[in-house]
Nanobody, 127 residues
Framework: VQLVESGGGLVQAGGSLRLSCVAS????????IGWFHQAPGKDREGVSS????????YYADSVRGRFTISSDNAKNTVYLQMNSLKPEDTGVYYC?????????????????????WGRGTQVTVSS
């Protein structure tokens, strides 16, 4: 199982980025994909998650209305469109896979519940 993130970079406040997470060796039928943000010196925080099997999505309050998660099942890829970026969005963004067990969505923002992780992509938002 492998997850590879891309799309990070340096952007000014108010700008946009689109992150991609390509998954290999498993299918979205069995797993949901989440995005996590780790700011310098802080723990990883759940940003958003998607169950491509049924299309359900989940967002942290801090990004709701600014970020959009989506998936392309044919490409085994999950995207995170980030608009209206703020300096506090700076950090490393990781995608991760969680087994779609019953009520998995109740734990979507809990990093320790995820089974597989990518290496992350750096996002820097300048003020």
């Amino acid at each position: 199982v492998q997850l590879v993130e891309s799309g990070g970079g340096l952007v000014q406040a108010g700008g946009s980025l689109r992150l991609s997470c390509v998954a290999s060796a498993f299918t979205f039928d069995s797993y949901a994909i989440g995005w996590f943000h780790q700011a310098p010196g802080k723990d990883r925080e759940g940003v958003s998650s998607i169950s491509s099997h049924d299309g359900n999505t989940y967002y942290a309050d801090s990004v709701r209305g600014r970020f959009t998660i989506s998936s392309d099942n044919a490409k085994n890829t999950v995207y995170l469109q980030m608009n209206s970026l703020k300096p506090e969005d700076t950090g490393v963004y990781y995608c991760a896979a969680i087994s779609r067990t019953v009520d998995w969505w109740r734990r979507w923002a809990l990093a320790y519940r995820y089974d597989y992780w990518g290496r992350g992509t750096q996002v820097t938002v300048s003020s």
